[in-house]
């Protein structure tokens, strides 16, 4: 998506944000020992190529919700409990069996074919791909590839994929910057807090240079005065006996030589570390990219293996010989990254003393030049009294020396002014750019162009219920309901109407979602409560419809059974001592 946005500084600036949709197909899970369920595994099958609505039922306690977790533990490793606080895993395992605590997801990822195994007691988890065993070490690395191939982290996914009803209203009472952060994570949009993030780097940069840039006018104006300063009181000094002022400046001259020569000796030892360090960098740097290519290289090699089979005769790449040229290929990736890394160290290093060794030059190259100066100006001042009084003439001194030595230092101070000027510029532009990359900026294009199509969505979904208002979201994600043209206070609408408008707005919220990460799969629950009989039917009839058009499985969690027309499928679940997963046959 390319947004272009006005500048006063430059026209315009163009902003692309890639949108990718990913994809993610549960097939089924096998629940066992877990929570209320016991010893034989239970497993629910979903349809994978159509939409169902499903209803879920059971009585308190059976073990609907305990459902509703496996899928978030098997996927994360966590537990929603008791006043939305994650659960110990602890507590997890049936509290009569105690242990051998299993849950297995299968399903497929962007082509990817996924089985995950979590369990406690003893404690499991396997990751497979495409029918391998992924070996990588750590729990926390098996974590991380798992939620890639999931594409939403946890909180997300109990915002718009496992939730309750109840639970949307906290959404939409959400503060502004809670429900931006959310819409962030699912539209790629902290690409541009990254770039923003980036934008005040270089501004830090920038402003650290003109400081710089300042002092070093500052410095150079400070000589030229100390130098017109030199000049006039030479001068006064004419008047003076001349070979006393000879005398008294020889002696000041002779006095620095020695501090003079362990200057030039430490700034000229500097700049020599200075080349060594520079040199050091620059090999660095080269060793750096081509290890970066070396990486790529192999990792491009890695893709054609894990993409299964040859692009050009469609060979498998499943054999022991490839899973053997492709462990190489990782082996060689690691031994590289490990190089990387090291060479980044080295860099890093090279730089701290890059860092350091300025701070120490800067100081030693002021203090050499003020005493060049120095010493500069008593050689001058001491050939022009000695030609004055080898002449007899009195005559001035000449300053022409002092002069030639204030152009240079006009002319650097000149340069260092129009660098100063680039920086300012520059940080004009910078201020430009920040307000382009803010909240009010390409992220408030960007959320225009989300809001639209979920009021689309939200005045379908309303119409599809029959209900007589007209319901939009502005750009804060507030919501402003219309009857006849005139405003509807919130306030006065009654339970039921507001149950009914806040479903049609959790359902356009969620097809937008599924624009950009499709999943099969969609749990609700409290949805009835405080709803007569007939708006249940339209509820019923908008989930069916939103589940049919766009292929989601939509269990509906309810503790009774309800108008089984309306279901393509029923699972009960039951208890007797432990919780079991039952099919309800539905008569045409």
Same mark, same amino acid.
């Given at each position: 998506i390319?947004?272009?946005?006005?500048?006063?500084?430059?026209?315009?600036?163009?902003?692309?944000?890639?949108?990718?949709?990913?994809?993610?197909?549960?097939e089924?899970?096998?629940?066992?020992?877990?929570?209320?369920?016991?010893?034989?595994?239970?497993?629910?099958?979903?349809n994978t190529?159509?939409?169902?609505?499903?209803?879920?039922?059971?009585? *308190?306690?059976?073990?609907?919700?305990?459902?509703?977790?496996?899928? &978030?533990? !098997?996927?994360?490793?966590?537990?929603?409990?008791?006043?939305k606080?994650?659960?110990?895993?602890?507590?997890?395992?049936?509290?009569?069996?105690?242990?051998?605590?299993? !849950?297995? %997801?299968?399903?497929?990822?962007?082509?990817?074919?996924?089985?995950i195994? @979590?369990?406690?007691?003893?404690?499991? /988890?396997?990751? $497979?791909?495409?029918g391998?065993?992924?070996? @990588?070490?750590?729990?926390?690395?098996?974590?991380?590839?798992?939620?890639?191939?999931?594409?939403?982290?946890?909180?997300?996914?109990?915002?718009?994929?496992?939730?309750?009803?109840?639970?949307?209203?906290?959404?939409?009472?959400?503060?502004?910057?809670?429900k931006?952060?959310?819409? &962030?994570?699912?539209?790629?949009?902290?690409v541009?807090?990254?770039l923003?993030?980036?934008?005040?780097?270089?501004?830090?940069? *920038?402003?650290?240079? /003109?400081?710089?840039?300042?002092?070093?006018?500052?410095?150079?104006?400070?000589?030229?005065?100390?130098?017109?300063?030199?000049?006039?009181? #030479?001068?006064? +000094?004419?008047?003076?006996?001349?070979?006393?002022?000879?005398?008294?400046?020889?002696?000041?001259?002779?006095?620095?030589?020695?501090?003079?020569?362990?200057?030039?000796?430490?700034?000229?030892?500097?700049?020599?570390?200075?080349?060594i360090?520079?040199?050091?960098?620059?090999?660095?740097?080269?060793?750096?990219?081509?290890?970066?290519?070396?990486?790529?290289?192999?990792?491009?090699?890695?893709?054609?293996?894990?993409?299964?089979?040859?692009? $050009?005769?469609?060979?498998?790449?499943l054999?022991?010989?490839?899973?053997?040229?492709?462990?190489?290929?990782?082996?060689?990736?690691?031994?590289?990254e490990?190089?990387?890394?090291? %060479?980044?160290?080295?860099?890093?290093?090279?730089?701290a003393?890059?860092? +350091?060794?300025?701070?120490?030059?800067?100081?030693?190259?002021?203090?050499? *030049?003020?005493?060049?100066?120095?010493?500069?100006?008593?050689?001058?001042?001491?050939?022009?009294?000695?030609?004055?009084k080898?002449?007899?003439?009195?005559?001035?001194?000449?300053?022409?020396?002092?002069?030639?030595?204030?152009?240079?230092?006009?002319?650097?101070?000149?340069?260092?002014?129009? *660098?100063?000027?680039?920086?300012?510029?520059?940080?004009?532009?910078?201020?430009?750019?920040? @307000?382009?990359?803010?909240?009010?900026? #390409?992220?408030?294009?960007?959320?225009?162009?989300?809001?639209?199509?979920?009021?689309?969505f939200?005045?379908e979904?309303?119409?599809?219920?029959?209900?007589?208002?007209? !319901?939009?979201?502005?750009?804060?994600?507030?919501?402003?309901?219309?009857?006849?043209g005139?405003?509807?206070?919130?306030?006065?609408?009654?339970?039921?109407?507001?149950?009914?408008?806040?479903?049609?707005?959790?359902?356009?919220?969620?097809?937008l979602? @599924?624009?950009?990460?499709?999943?099969?799969?969609?749990?609700?629950?409290?949805?009835?409560?405080?709803?007569?009989?007939e708006?249940?039917?339209?509820?019923? #009839?908008?989930?069916?419809?939103?589940?049919?058009?766009?292929?989601?499985?939509?269990?509906?969690?309810?503790? #009774?059974?309800?108008?089984?027309?309306?279901f393509?499928?029923?699972?009960?679940?039951?208890?007797?001592?432990?919780?079991?997963?039952?099919?309800?046959?539905?008569?045409?």
């Amino acid at each position: 998506i390319l947004y272009i946005l006005p500048s006063t500084l430059s026209g315009y600036l163009h902003i692309s944000i890639k949108i990718i949709k990913a994809t993610m197909i549960i097939e089924e899970i096998s629940i066992k020992n877990f929570k209320s369920y016991g010893n034989s595994t239970q497993t629910l099958k979903l349809n994978t190529k159509n939409g169902e609505l499903i209803l879920l039922s059971g009585n *308190n306690g059976n073990g609907k919700s305990s459902l509703m977790n496996a899928f &978030d533990y !098997v996927l994360y490793g966590k537990v929603v409990g008791v006043k939305k606080k994650w659960s110990t895993l602890s507590s997890l395992p049936n509290r009569i069996n105690g242990s051998d605590m299993l !849950v297995n %997801i299968k399903f497929k990822s962007d082509g990817t074919n996924i089985e995950i195994e @979590r369990g406690i007691s003893p404690n499991i /988890l396997k990751l $497979t791909e495409n029918g391998i065993t992924n070996e @990588r070490a750590g729990k926390a690395n098996i974590d991380d590839k798992i939620e890639k191939y999931i594409g939403l982290d946890i909180e997300t996914f109990k915002c718009f994929i496992s939730m309750s009803v109840d639970s949307f209203k906290n959404f939409i009472s959400l503060t502004n910057d809670e429900k931006k952060l959310l819409l &962030d994570k699912l539209f790629n949009l902290e690409v541009i807090n990254i770039l923003n993030g980036i934008l005040k780097d270089i501004n830090k940069n *920038n402003k650290i240079r /003109l400081a710089s840039l300042d002092s070093e006018i500052r410095t150079l104006e400070d000589s030229i005065d100390s130098i017109k300063r030199s000049i006039e009181k #030479a001068i006064e +000094k004419e008047k003076e006996n001349l070979q006393q002022e000879i005398d008294t400046l020889t002696d000041e001259m002779n006095s620095k030589k020695d501090e003079y020569k362990l200057l030039k000796e430490k700034v000229d030892k500097i700049k020599e570390k200075e080349t060594i360090l520079s040199d050091e960098l620059d090999i660095e740097k080269r060793q750096l990219s081509s290890t970066q290519n070396d990486i790529r290289n192999v990792q491009r090699e890695i893709d054609l293996y894990d993409s299964g089979k040859c692009p $050009t005769c469609s060979t498998d790449f499943l054999s022991e010989h490839f899973v053997t040229l492709r462990n190489s290929l990782v082996e060689k990736k690691n031994s590289h990254e490990g190089i990387l890394v090291e %060479i980044q160290n080295n860099i890093a290093s090279i730089r701290a003393k890059q860092t +350091k060794l300025k701070e120490i030059a800067d100081g030693t190259t002021k203090s050499f *030049n003020d005493l060049s100066y120095l010493l500069k100006n008593y050689k001058t001042q001491i050939d022009n009294l000695s030609r004055k009084k080898g002449s007899q003439v009195n005559e001035s001194v000449n300053t022409q020396e002092f002069q030639n030595t204030i152009d240079d230092l006009e002319e650097k101070k000149s340069v260092s002014h129009d *660098n100063a000027g680039v920086c300012k510029e520059k940080e004009l532009f910078y201020k430009e750019l920040n @307000r382009v990359l803010s909240e009010d900026g #390409a992220k408030k294009s960007i959320i225009a162009g989300i809001i639209k199509p979920i009021n689309h969505f939200i005045s379908e979904n309303i119409k599809k219920m029959g209900l007589p208002f007209e !319901v939009k979201l502005d750009e804060t994600f507030s919501s402003e309901i219309k009857n006849l043209g005139s405003v509807v206070e919130h306030d006065s609408l009654s339970t039921g109407e507001t149950k009914l408008i806040n479903i049609s707005i959790l359902v356009a919220y969620l097809k937008l979602i @599924r624009t950009k990460k499709f999943l099969n799969i969609l749990f609700l629950d409290e949805v009835f409560s405080s709803i007569d009989l007939e708006n249940i039917s339209k509820i019923l #009839a908008l989930l069916k419809s939103f589940s049919n058009d766009y292929n989601i499985n939509i269990f509906v969690v309810h503790h #009774a059974v309800l108008n089984e027309e309306m279901f393509d499928r029923i699972i009960r679940i039951e208890k007797n001592v432990f919780s079991t997963i039952e099919e309800v046959f539905i008569k045409d």
